[in-house]
């Protein structure tokens, strides 16, 4: 995903000098093609990510969009303040973009796992959450977003993920995307895991004739609440995925919306739980083992909807 989104912005770039692109000495075999052809508008400002957020302050202070990049724990968590203060306060038009999304990083460990992020930046005013599926949608998302000139944090993940989209669709910020239609169960997703989610609507059907709709939410932040409520209408079970904690993530959200709406409903939250991950592995294997790859998605629906008869 992260090199149809850097493509995109070199695209870009070719035909807006205005565009400047940071990172904090991250980009190898990935943004060497920006550096050597617009070297004038690439600052590599080291190991200094807080600095790199005051620098992309400053040049969208004096007229230039701005794309920072790095790893999202460094560059939301270490970060925070001056995204809160230089960025959202001054509503400018610089977007952070994240690598590593969920557990992309495995084989790193906890340092580079990213499940707070949704939850630390959905809290400030200004920001937008984009969070692609695929990079068809990580495409069009950063064409969509050319000419919003506001605060956005892009969570994408590291590698090659499976491709949701056969084709280009009509992109909109926040309007959610229906990737499957089903009549019994409405499950909200966002991001990579998608297709994980997509596996398990598969199997619910040829196993247990479970009709799942599946909704993918690309856009955290603005959601459209009205498409929400229409999506929840005589669903039975209504389910939230995400490579993300369960506090404060899509799940809570959907939860916020319910409650903030006097709807009555329950809803099953799949995602991690309240702990730190101590183990180490790739991206498969950890959603195994923390029941977060298709089956696992698939299991815990079957649990719930047992304990609910």
């Known amino acids: 995903m992260r090199n149809a989104v850097i493509n995109e912005i070199y695209k870009l770039m070719k035909n807006d000098e205005r565009i400047y692109f940071l990172t904090g000495d991250l980009g190898f075999h990935v943004l060497e ?61 610089v977007t952070i973009i994240g690598v590593g999304s969920g557990l992309s990083y495995g084989i790193l460990s906890g340092t580079h796992f990213a499940l707070e992020d949704i939850a630390i930046l959905r809290s400030l005013p200004n920001m937008t959450i984009f969070s692609p599926a695929d990079e068809i949608e990580a495409s069009q998302g950063i064409r969509a977003f050319n000419n919003y000139a506001h605060p956005i944090y892009m969570r994408i993940g590291k590698s090659i993920e499976p491709q949701i989209y056969k084709d280009s669709y009509e992109f909109r910020i ?56 229409e999506f929840i209408k005589d669903k039975k079970i209504i389910v939230s995925v995400e490579e993300h904690g369960l506090i404060g993530g899509l799940g809570s959200i959907i939860l916020e919306i319910f409650s903030d709406n006097y709807i009555n409903r329950n809803i099953l939250r799949i995602g991690t739980k309240d702990h730190f991950i101590k183990e180490i592995g790739t991206q498969a294997y950890l959603r195994k083992i923390l029941h977060l790859d298709a089956n696992g998605i698939y299991d815990q629906i079957i649990n719930y909807l047992h304990n609910e008869k």
């Open 174 to 229: 926040g309007k959610s995307v229906v990737l499957k239609k089903g009549k019994d169960i409405v499950i909200f997703t966002t991001g990579s895991i998608s297709h994980e989610v997509l596996k398990s609507a598969h199997l619910l059907k040829i196993q247990n004739n479970i009709d799942v709709m599946v909704i993918n939410i690309h856009t955290i932040k603005p959601l459209e609440i009205k498409r929400i409520k």
């Open 33 to 93: 093609k920006i550096e050597k052809d617009f070297s004038k508008r690439f600052i590599n400002v080291g190991i200094a990510e807080q600095n790199m957020i005051g620098i992309a302050a400053g040049l969208a202070l004096s007229g230039k969009k701005v794309y920072v990049y790095s790893i999202i724990p460094f560059v939301t968590m270490r970060c925070f303040e001056q995204i809160r203060d230089d960025l959202c306060y001054h509503d400018l038009d």
